[in-house]
Antibody, heavy 124, light 112 residues
């Protein structure tokens, strides 16, 4: 069964760049049937999709974050990464990586496996 | 963006009773080309990530108990738990995948 594990700093200073990595095990990130995504959840609030990536490098980003977000994939390490620049307190959240079901020729569908999430706090 | 609105925000149901959670989308998520509703439901227990329960509005994910069911079409959807168990206490989220950005409802907290 596929497993996803997020890692990265739990504290980031305002105006700096948040950087997280998600390591995928039990399956290949190069599988044709999946995109890989990042979703966040501010404390006590709902879920917000950030963006996703296919192993080929094709990406979708949430428009309101697009200018600050970069998602990349390293197929040799079976990892995906998230970078979010110029962070503020509003970016404080639990960040999840998730597998995004996909059928070639279509668009990504639902998220069928999630990592445990990592809390990132933006504070000086 | 497609806005997803869930109701109620919180719900208290007795053990063994039926729980019903609603989700409304700001535009239809029914794709005419395949006649599928691009909607999923997730369960999130405290301190845990969301878990996929239902996709295509009514298809249960493998391993999900059959007391969970999804219904609806177009813009109005319902998640029903037919006989509430103690382990069903959680926050439930709906999500549309009709078009990016993929958006979620605000969540419904289910308590006993």
């Amino acid at each position: 069964q596929v497993q996803l594990q997020e890692s990265g700093p739990g504290l980031v200073k305002p105006s700096e760049t948040l950087a997280l990595t998600c390591t995928v095990s039990g399956g290949s990130i190069s599988s044709s049937g999946y995109y890989w995504g990042w979703i966040r959840q501010p404390p006590g609030k709902g879920l917000e999709w950030i963006g996703n990536i296919y192993y080929s490098g094709n990406t979708y980003y949430y428009p309101s974050l697009k200018n600050r977000v970069t998602i990349s994939v390293d197929t040799s390490k079976n990892q995906l990464s998230l970078k979010l620049s110029s962070v503020t307190a509003a970016d404080t959240a639990v960040y999840y990586c998730a597998r995004h079901k996909y059928e070639p020729g279509s668009q990504p569908y639902y998220f069928d496996f999630w990592g445990q999430g990592t809390l990132v706090t933006v504070s000086s | 963006d497609i806005v997803m609105t869930q109701s109620p925000d919180s719900l208290a149901v007795s053990l063994g009773e039926r729980a019903t959670i609603n989700c409304k989308s700001s535009q239809s998520v029914l794709y005419s080309s395949d006649n599928k509703n691009y909607l999923a439901w997730y369960q999130q227990k405290p301190g845990q990530p969301p878990k996929l329960l239902i996709y295509w509005a009514s298809t249960r994910e493998s391993g999900v108990p059959d007391r969970f069911s999804g219904s609806g079409s177009g813009t109005d959807f319902t998640l029903t738990i037919s006989s509430l168990q103690a382990e069903d206490v959680a926050v439930y989220h709906c999500q549309q995948y009709y078009s990016p950005p993929y958006t979620f409802g605000q969540g419904t907290k289910l308590e006993i």
